[in-house]
Structures are given as C-alpha cells and as structure tokens.
C-alpha cells in the first residue's frame, strides 16, 4: 500500500513538472549586463571643468611648460591647446548631479596614471589641424603613462583621491568608467635631448622598469638591456614607447596596476587602441581582473570600421571584451550629419543575428570622440542622432560638450578637446540639444525594455524608422514601439505587424492607445522628435514570440 502511494505521488510530481515545463514562460533579454543600464558621458578630465585651481601645477616644465599651450595659427575667434587647462576630480565631482540629472548613470574619465612634467620636444610640430603631431604637446589627455599605478598630481584635491572620487560619485549615483591604455607609454624617441620621464616606466615603489633612453626602437637591444625588455623593437604609433604583449612581465605590470585601480573603485574600463596587442593578451588580462573582481565590464577602442576586424574581441575565448560600436558609428555620422539621408543605411551595422559580436547589445555606441572630428550636425541632427542612440540596441556613450554642439565638426587640433567650464554647463539648460537629450536619456534611465530588450526592426525608411525592445524575464515584461522622425515635418505611422493587443501607454504624455486583436497602432510624431508606446504585459502574439525567439536563439556570433 505504502509502495502504490509512493508510486502515485511520483507520477503525480512528473506531470505536474512536464506541465510546468511546457508553460515556462520564455525570456527575451539582449543583455543583463549591468552596465547596460547605464548611459555613458565620457568627460576629458582635465577639459571638463577646473574645479581645484590649487592642482593646476602652473609653474611645471620650465623651459617645455606644460600649461595653457596654445596651438599656433588658428583662425581668428577659434583656439585649441595642447597644455593643461586645469579640469580635475573636483570639477568633475562639483557638476555630478548635472551629470546625473541628464539620464546618465556613468562617467568615463580619461586616463589617471603619472604622466611626464614638461612638453614633448620630439615628433612633428603641432599645428592647427595637423594630425600625428606632438611636439610641444603635454600629457593633459593622460595617455602618456609613466608610472601607472601612481596618480596623476593634476587630478585630486585635499581629501579627494581616486577611492574617495569613485565613492562620491557612487553616492551621486554614478559609475565610473576608467579608461585604461596597456600597449603604449609616453613619447620615448625623436627628442634633441632625452627628457625626464619619457619613454620611460615605473612601478608602484618608484623603480625603473623601463627606458627606451630616446633611442629609435630598432636600435634597443632587448637580449642585453634588461630596460628594454619590456618594448617592442619596432615602432608602432608616432614616438609613442611600443609594450611588449609577448612579455609576462607586462602582463604582470598592467593586470597589478589596472586591479589596483578597480580595487579603488573603478567600476569598467575602456580599452584605449585595444587592437594594437594581441587577443592573447586580453584573454590573459581579462582573466586577472576578473578573477579579482567577477564579471567587471569592459570595452575597447578599436578604431576600425570594419565589423569583421573588431569582433573578434568580444568572443569569450578572446577574453569577452566588449568595444565602442565603430562600423555603426559610421552610418550614424552618414544618417545624422545629412538631412534628407535614409535611415536604411543604419540597418546592415545593427547586426542582430549570427553578426561578428559575442552579443551586439553590449556595445558601446557614440557618434564622436576625442579622436575624431566631433559630429557636424545641426541642432536637429544631434537631437535625432540622440534619439537613436537612446532607443536602439547598445551602451550609449556621450562626449563632453555634444549636449550643447559644443565645436562641433571640429578635430583634434582645431578645437575638438577644447576647455568646456562651468558658464557652458550653467547655460547648457538653454540649448535645445540638451532639452531633448534630458528627455530621452532620461525615457531609457527608467524604460527596462530601452536599456536591455531585444531589437526588432519594423520600418526603416526615408526619415522614419520603427522598431520593438522587448524585454521578459522574471517580474519584468515589457514591450517597447519605438518611433523615430528625423524628418522637418510631422510624420504619421500606422504600426500592425507584430502588434499586440493591448492598452499601448505613450511614454511621453498620459495618452494610451488601445489596440485590439489585429489591429493598428496610428501615431503621429513632430519633426526631428520621437514616440515611444510602452505595453507592460507578457509577449502573446504568436508571431511575436516567434520573431523574439528567433532573436534570441540568433543574437550572438555563430560557432566557428
């Protein structure tokens, strides 16, 4: 008798399991990375705001100063500069709640390790718009380590150090983003004498490591010159030192350094020119700062447009690194900076399905940065690029400035880095570029579906594109219908494929729409704006589920 029940409450146990399979609810997510959540505004520290004039180190280099260097020959009413300009943690600190109150919930910081105390001497001399040119150039922008795991005497303050910037900046509600460099120094050749600091590397006690000893890198002899060892024998990028990736002990040197920064709070890196040491090494590097600190996000500057090329990083046997979206980058600027472009053109860079990334959703996506001409778009250009950077799949990242149009169109040496300060920032509320900015970025900071949803396109064409983020997992479920009109008048949209019953709230304003069983959604959206109709309910729709599915079961670079 005991053997019977026993025997009924087992088969019982399999069938109610079997049924419980069978209505699983199924999970549409394009990442649950937690810096997805987060949008990016990516500040050149010492540009940004002077926030501590007691750090400015004014007096520095002597005969080669390095402070408030002005590029020769700019046009009259423009500038740019090549010495320091004073913008520090304090400055960036003091605007936090600016920073924050925009929608974005991470900070990117450019480089914090010791850079050389005089302006370069060696190189090309720098001119207004010149490129690959660094003589009389300082190390303001910080990628010109020498010592990095020291920090650089132009960024903290009296009590305000890298640990206690990254706590305030969490207490303000913001990540920080530490950009990392690990395949270059500083200048190290080409100077008529060789200068303090230069091409030259210290560890954390202060030992020299490292002297390229301004010889041209086919002239070390790293087999009997242990100071050697640690650079290629080659040049790589203009005068720049050129790490040795093949070493262990540059491994060990910059895995140390690096997992002493995010020990003190760095909560992800981004890779400076992360293509110019081999996958090896990533896959090595990653493993040590992510045995110290499980699951710490990354991305990398691969500064090529080729998809193809760039991939390669982010697949898991090269170390999951995620990178910064170029190929997409590319069509935004060919969408963004024309009127009367085609929307179409941004569809073949989304790469949704079976595309060269580990997982697409995890890339970082921008229109401009400081090593290129910022985007040249009109105010209606940035608010459209921004409303599509802010709805489609990605991490989006935002440079210093473009929420006003600050220089835009403007590159490295005519303007692109130049000072920001706190008058732009106090009158930014003024632009419309930053109204419309707040807005959106805003939608995505609390939209689940915007920041980690999968992305299916519906209508990209002309001036108009609609597309679903649909995100489903646990407690959370939401659909999201995007619409997009870049176009000088008001668009009209009758959405039905895909579409699913129910009462579609508008994101922006106390309209809903309700829609039945096989019926349209029709929307208007002014010129150069955006719509987004939310529906928080459990995908239903038969041939929405299987579309999600699809996306899903697709969404990351095939077995090869």
Excluded at 408 to 418: S, T, V
Aim: charged share 20%; net charge negative.
């Amino acid at each position: 008798m005991i053997r019977t029940t026993v025997l009924a409450l087992a088969t019982l146990t399999l069938l109610c399991g079997s049924a419980h399979a069978a209505t699983t609810t199924p999970e549409f997510v394009g990442t649950d990375a937690p810096m997805a959540s987060n949008a990016i505004y990516f500040v050149m520290t010492d540009r940004f705001v002077n926030g501590d004039p007691s750090n400015d180190q004014r007096d520095q280099g002597g005969a080669h100063p390095t402070f408030d260097v002005p590029v020769a020959g700019a046009p009259k009413g423009e500038s740019a500069n090549i010495g320091y300009l004073g913008g520090d943690f304090r400055g960036v600190l003091d605007n936090a709640a600016y920073i924050r109150g925009m929608g974005f919930g991470a900070v990117w910081i450019t480089p914090i390790a010791d850079n050389p105390d005089e302006a370069f001497t060696g190189g090309d001399p720098v001119s207004w718009g010149s490129k690959f040119t660094d003589r009389g150039k300082t190390g303001f922008h910080g990628y010109w380590g020498v010592n990095f795991y020291k920090l650089d005497e132009h960024l903290p303050s009296k009590n305000l150090d890298f640990r206690q910037f990254t706590t305030a900046m969490r207490a303000q509600g913001l990540k920080t983003v530490l950009d990392i460099v690990a395949n270059h120094g500083s200048p190290a050749f080409s100077m008529p004498q060789a200068q303090p600091m230069f091409g030259q590397i210290y560890d954390k006690d202060g030992k020299l490591v490292a002297d390229q000893q301004n010889l041209p890198p086919y002239r070390l002899d790293p087999v009997r010159n242990p100071l050697h060892r640690f650079y290629h024998a080659y040049d790589d990028l203009v005068q720049l030192s050129n790490n040795d990736d093949r070493n262990p002990a540059v491994l060990d040197y910059f895995a140390g350094a690096y997992n002493q920064w995010a020990d003190q709070g760095a909560d992800a890196f981004r890779i400076d020119t992360i293509s110019h040491m081999s996958t090896t090494f990533w896959k090595q590097f990653a493993a040590r700062i992510r045995a110290k600190h499980p699951g710490f996000f990354m991305f990398g500057e691969a500064f090529d447009y080729s998809p193809d090329n760039i991939g390669q990083y982010t697949w898991p046997e090269n170390g999951g690194i995620s990178v910064l979206d170029f190929p997409l980058r590319g069509r935004i600027a060919d969408v963004f900076e024309h009127p009367g472009s085609d929307y179409a053109q941004l569809l073949d860079r989304l790469y949704l399905t079976n595309g060269p990334y580990q997982n697409p959703y995890e890339l970082v996506t921008f229109y401009d940065n400081h090593d290129m001409a910022r985007l040249a778009a009109s105010d209606n250009g940035f608010i459209d690029a921004n409303n599509w950077l802010f709805t489609a799949r990605g991490i989006p990242a935002i440079y210093y400035g473009s929420e006003t149009g600050f220089e835009r169109g403007k590159a490295e040496h005519q303007g692109n880095r130049n000072y920001y300060g706190q008058q732009r920032i106090d009158a930014a509320p003024k632009s419309p570029i930053y109204r419309q900015l707040k807005r959106i970025a805003q939608l995505r900071e609390k939209t689940p579906a915007l920041q980690r949803g999968l992305m299916l396109p519906l209508h990209f064409a002309g001036n108009q594109a609609a597309f679903y983020r649909v995100y489903q997992k646990g407690d959370v479920h939401q659909i999201a219908l995007v619409l997009l009109n870049k176009g000088d008048a008001v668009a009209s949209f009758d959405v039905g494929d895909y579409l699913q019953a129910g009462r579609w709230t508008s994101a922006f304003g106390d309209k809903a729409v309700d829609v039945g069983t096989g019926g349209k959604l029709h929307a208007t959206v002014a010129a150069h704006d955006v719509q987004v109709y939310l529906l928080d309910a459990l995908a239903t729709r038969p041939d929405l589920i299987a579309e999600l599915t699809r996306l899903t079961r697709e969404r990351g670079h095939p077995p090869h």
